[in-house]
């Protein structure tokens, strides 16, 4: 399901955000009570009190989190990171990850494989027909 990132992106760009099953789920969960309300313009994502969210607060959030796990130095991009390593590390391509990155060149993909190589090389040995 895609979706426009929240608060813009790097360069004004907008960039698709693709979710899974269970995140599906949860955007519906709030999506659905707000369409069969009376202001079907009424914003997603809101603060407890009520008005939108600042652009600055999913980087609270993830602050936050990692605070509560007990890890140190949480911020934004080293989910991107994470996501981008563990991606590739999973099997996935390098194209479809600097689509996911949204990037030009693969320049900045090519600092994440080499970052994933083992792993890389062990989702290769797994999917290749002749193991």
Sequence with gaps: ???TGFGGSQGG???AVYLG???TQVVWHFLVPR???DDRSARLFVTWAGPAMRP???LQLVRAAGK???VANVYAHI???TSATTYLGSGGDVFTLQQILGRRSLDMVRHYVRIAQPDV???RCKATPAA
């Design 79 to 81: 989910l991107r990171h």
């Design 121 to 123: 090389v062990q989702a």
């Design 21 to 23: 099953k269970v995140n």
């Design 35 to 37: 369409e069969q309300g």
């Design 56 to 58: 600055c607060a999913p």
């Design 68 to 70: 509560k796990a007990g």
């Design 1 to 3: 399901m895609p979706s």
């Design 13 to 15: 760009k907008g960039r």
